[in-house]
């Protein structure tokens, strides 16, 4: 019993609640210091006991399983209040970070707001403070080119601060990734830590671009022989609508080939040679809501909204030989 109270109530606090659960009720006219005593307050507004004036005031207790309700209650409310006031401070601060922006030098581009980074270690943690910093989104581009092979034990979480203010976090990955060794359990390990990913046949570059407003850019291949951080609007919006068109023409990482199964195949294949559901139902032996599952499913893998775009895509992909 101790050690559990000793989360939600003071030593003192504890122990007069032990005493008033022990005695039933605490008659307060008997004890007046104790009506206004810090523990007896403390219990009354955590909500493990409660004064009843029937007749004679009384101190009462509030029964242990409700009472440690009502504290993880108020506990909740202290971290919902604590939360929203440092979401506010976070917006406040961004009166700063203009100013930080303007006083800060930024070599000889100050008013284009471009730093060049030359550290590999400066670059990495300063990705990573990207991510933390984010509002709304974070969008990644990953090509082919690694230091070293991928390792899905390295893959970065998305920050559970910034995922619990509804930041969503995309990366597109070239296609070249797919033929590394590992990368079949980097791209599960990435999409598992809660990263939507997709590919896409080609990428020039890498890229980490934040709420459209920040972007590092690199100066090489790898992405640690240098890097651009860019705070430019022009330049970030281009390069927002840059993501945007890859994003729309990518395609999911879960819809991969290897796994349609024989039927869904059949149904893609017939699909592309013009045929309507029901003919498509007829020649294979199955139903036309079958059919519409399969269809259904394909458009989900390969991200196509209509059964046009699911052919253009399919056909760019190689889904059908």
Same mark, same amino acid.
């Given at each position: ?75 909740? /409310?202290?971290?919902? @209040? ?7 401070? !976070?917006?406040? *601060? &961004? +009166?700063?970070? #203009? ?75 070239? /296609?070249?990734?797919? @033929? ?7 791209? !599960?390990?990435? *999409? &598992? +830590?809660?990263? #939507? ?79 309507? @559901? ?44």
């Amino acid at each position: 019993m101790k050690t559990c109270l000793a989360e939600v109530l003071s030593a003192e606090a504890a122990a007069l609640y032990q005493r008033l659960l022990a005695a039933g009720t605490l008659p307060l006219h008997e004890e007046p210091m104790l009506r206004d005593a810090g523990p007896t307050r403390e219990l009354i507004e955590r909500g493990f006991a409660r004064e009843r004036h029937v007749g004679r005031p009384e101190l009462v207790p509030v029964e242990p399983v409700r009472a440690m309700d009502n504290a993880i209650l108020l506990i909740q /409310r202290q971290i919902t @209040d604590r939360y929203e006031g440092l979401l506010r401070v !976070r917006e406040e *601060v &961004e +009166a700063l970070q #203009q100013h930080y922006l303007g006083a800060k030098d930024w070599g000889r581009l100050p008013e284009d707001r471009i730093r060049v980074l030359t550290d590999g270690a400066e670059i990495g943690a300063l990705s990573v403070e990207l991510c933390l910093s984010a509002r709304r989104d974070v969008m990644s581009i990953e090509t082919e080119h690694f230091n070293r092979p991928p390792d899905p034990q390295s893959v970065r979480r998305p920050p559970a601060a910034a995922v619990a203010r509804g930041v969503t976090f995309r990366n597109i990955y070239t /296609r070249g990734v797919l @033929d590394l060794p590992g990368s079949a359990q980097m791209l !599960r390990a990435s *999409v &598992e +830590a809660g990263w #939507q990913c997709r590919i896409y046949p080609e990428l020039p570059m890498k890229m980490v671009l934040v709420d459209g407003q920040t972007a590092l850019l690199p100066l090489g291949p790898t992405g640690m022989e240098g890097a651009m951080l860019v705070r430019t609007p022009v330049i970030a919006s281009a390069l927002r609508t840059f993501f945007d068109l890859l994003w729309h023409r990518a395609v999911p990482v879960t819809g991969t080939r290897e796994r349609l199964s024989f039927e869904q195949d059949q149904v893609l294949r017939l699909l592309l040679t013009g045929m309507i @559901d029901k003919a498509i139902a007829r020649h294979l032996g199955i139903s036309e809501r079958t059919v519409r599952r399969h269809v259904g499913a394909l458009m989900q893998r390969l991200g196509a909204n209509n059964r046009v775009t699911l052919a253009a895509t399919a056909v760019r992909e190689g889904w059908a030989d």
